[in-house]
């Protein structure tokens, strides 16, 4: 039995040689280049892997711990890495008083945030409307519905497909610049764009 502990990033491959399967543990780092360390035991031996693209094979036994050379690292990893999910972004859409229509720098950016959709990998897109905090609880919420309502629409002129959009409100309950009530806050008139 192989025990792993203080996972920072790391990826396990079996590997069938010859009659006994090796477990290879390898220390990948992170998306910003950043190591921690892994703990890798058997019944009998134990190493601690602390450096980017450290690794070691295992059977019954620890075998030595090496780096990775860069040619091993794309030839090994390059399907794995291309099938790891891709880090979420935002965008934020800004509107005037009472609108449901993007101010001009928003509905100039569609493009753009169109562009990233169709490039991503099975994308999910959560259109989440807001308000500031002027006027009733019960109308704010609508009208962010409604923004979100209609910045699906924009997106869906662009070619995106309606399948992989999903829509939330959250009136005045979610401000970007927190406030009091009654209060016109343009930071907190948008609707957030967010691709998973």
Same mark, same amino acid.
């Given at each position: 039995? /192989?025990? &792993?502990? +203080?996972?920072? *990033?790391?990826?396990? *491959? ?27 035991? $058997? ?9 980017? @693209? ?15 050379? =860069? ?13 790891? =999910?891709?880090?979420?972004?935002? *965008?934020?859409? @800004? *509107?005037?008083?009472?609108? $449901?229509? =993007? ?12 562009? $990233? &959709?169709?490039?991503? +990998? ?5 259109? /989440? ?9 019960? @109308? ?19 070619? /995106?497909? =309606?399948? &992989? /959009?999903? &829509? ?6 979610? !401000?970007?610049? !927190? $406030? ?5 806050? !343009? ?10």
């Amino acid at each position: 039995m /192989i025990m &792993i502990k +203080n996972i920072s *990033f790391l990826l396990l *491959f079996l590997i069938l040689a010859s009659c006994a399967p090796k477990t290879l543990v390898v220390l990948v780092p992170d998306e910003e280049g950043k190591v921690g360390q892994v703990s890798v035991s $058997t019944k009998t031996d134990e190493v601690i892997l602390s450096q980017a @693209y450290e690794y070691t094979e295992v059977t019954d036994k620890i075998g030595p711990v090496r780096i990775m050379d =860069p040619l091993k690292q794309e030839k090994m990893f390059s399907d794995v890495i291309m099938a790891l =999910p891709q880090k979420p972004v935002s *965008f934020i859409l @800004y *509107f005037q008083t009472d609108s $449901t229509i =993007p101010d001009q720098p928003s509905l100039d950016s569609l493009p753009g945030i169109a562009a $990233t &959709i169709k490039d991503w +990998n099975f994308p999910l897109v959560s259109v /989440i409307g807001h308000s500031d905090t002027m006027g009733d609880k019960t @109308y704010n919420y609508n009208l962010s519905l409604r923004r979100a309502e209609k910045v699906r629409e924009l997106l869906l002129e662009k070619g /995106i497909d =309606p399948e &992989i /959009i999903r &829509i939330t409100a959250y009136g005045e309950n979610d !401000p970007l610049i !927190p $406030t009091g009530p009654n209060v016109s806050e !343009p930071r907190n008139r948008r609707v957030e764009i967010l691709v998973r």
